[in-house]
């Protein structure tokens, strides 16, 4: 069995739970930080049935910068920036066509982005397939003819995962 569907890591547990029988615990909420039991992925439990069956939209991953930079701070996000307090975090959006990535100035403080500080886009197209992992060696974010192409993808990623979620887990 083959399916396009996208898939994340975070999936694997809500997939093994129902597949095993066991309920699977809810979909986190935006406010469930203290919860112990949620998940923010889905089972792909249906997809092992009707594997051309609407999925999610989208897959999401983020990536801190400057790397070195980062450590711990007690009662703090692991997000600290480094002595010229630099704190910027890319957020990845993979969809069936590309990857768009923006990068943000990020607040170590709440967690958030500053969708209004933006430092960098990226847009690479995943259409056609490589034998070589060079898909990714052209950005085509800042050429005229992506414009809307990339501001469709910038609100996509801004809307966050939730909203890329399959059918039955959407809010």
Known sequence: MRTDALV???????SLTELSGIDVPPMCTENSAKSIACVEGSSVAPLLKNPTMEWK???FSQYPR???????????????????GENVMGYTM?????????WYKFDRDTSKPNFTDTWGTELYDHSTPT???NDENAN????P????????????LQAGWRHALPPKNRY
């Open 8 to 14: 994340e890591l975070i999936d694997i547990f809500p």
């Open 57 to 59: 939209k989208a897959s």
């Open 66 to 84: 400057p790397i070195s930079g980062l450590k711990q701070i007690p009662g703090k996000p692991p997000f600290a920036g480094n002595e010229h």
């Open 94 to 102: 993979r969809v069936d066509k590309y990857r768009f990535t923006e």
């Open 131 to 133: 034998t070589l992992f």
């Open 140 to 143: 085509l974010a800042y050429k």
């Open 145 to 156: 003819e992506m414009k809307d192409t990339v501001e469709e993808l910038r609100k996509m």
